[in-house]
């Protein structure tokens, strides 16, 4: 006769069991193991990271960018603490508009186009679609769009977002979304990314958008999603399907 397979005695040992058995597929390890082992970032990858306000997108985002040579980060808030204090430690040359600049000698940029006055949209638009099809004439850069939603569907910039995600592989562009709203941003930003980061998040309409990651199952990535604890971060390779969980790097000077 083969094995006695023995049945949870309870409701409570059934959801152990399952828990266990989705959190063995993303296993645990450190910020500095996880970027150093697991995060191979190349040239012409797109990254996304998903999660509501004050998880800590913008600081992880930061993290990585800090790794690159060529890099323009996008600002369309009046003012962002994290972001100012991250490009003034880093060397970043702040911009209202793109400027013909020589990249080797400015190779870090932060776009942020006045955003005081609340009819400034019109100037964000015209600011950042100009950077955008320079920078996709050039080649060579990684881009931060942080609030991909405000930045696709309010300032009407979806046509470039999905481009750069669709085509700019050849002449290695790297895009990094961050959002807070993953029901409404474009499919592209699932399907063209290398990798996506997720922190904890119930809300249905988010996570019905999960379905169809990589060959991923999509009640597994909601499962691990919905276990995740405070500042912890659910990492995908949307090409091999490996997936680690890692807590979000903590903010610089903390």
Do not use: C
Request: charged letters at 25%.
């Amino acid at each position: 006769m083969g094995d006695v397979v023995r049945l949870p005695a309870s409701r409570e040992e059934f959801r152990d069991a399952l828990s266990a058995d989705y959190e063995s597929r993303a296993p645990e390890m450190s910020w500095e193991q996880f970027k150093r082992e697991f995060f191979i970032w190349n040239p012409g990858q797109h990254v996304a990271l998903i999660g509501p306000t004050d998880s800590g997108k913008t600081t992880l985002a930061l993290n990585i960018l800090a790794d690159r040579r060529f890099v323009v980060a996008t600002a369309t808030k009046p003012y962002d603490e994290t972001l100012d204090h991250f490009a003034s430690t880093h060397r970043f040359l702040k911009l209202e508009r793109w400027e013909s600049k020589d990249p080797i000698t400015f190779p870090r940029r932060v776009l942020w186009p006045d955003a005081t006055d609340l009819y400034a949209a019109r100037k964000q638009q015209h600011a950042f679609r100009e950077a955008f099809r320079q920078i996709y004439r050039d080649g060579g850069w990684t881009v931060y769009v942080d609030e991909l939603w405000f930045v696709a569907q309010h300032l009407k910039l979806e046509f470039e977002i999905k481009t750069f995600l669709l085509q700019s592989r050849s002449n290695n562009i790297s895009l990094v979304n961050a959002t807070q709203r993953p029901a409404w941003v474009p499919l592209e930003v699932y399907d063209q990314s290398r990798w996506l980061f997720f922190w904890r998040d119930n809300d249905e309409r988010n996570l019905s958008r999960l379905s169809g990651i990589s060959w991923l199952s999509a009640n597994v990535v909601k499962s691990l999603i919905a276990r995740l604890k405070p500042h912890q971060v659910l990492v995908i390779n949307t090409r091999t399907g490996e997936m680690v969980r890692t807590m979000s790097p903590p903010p610089e000077g903390k």
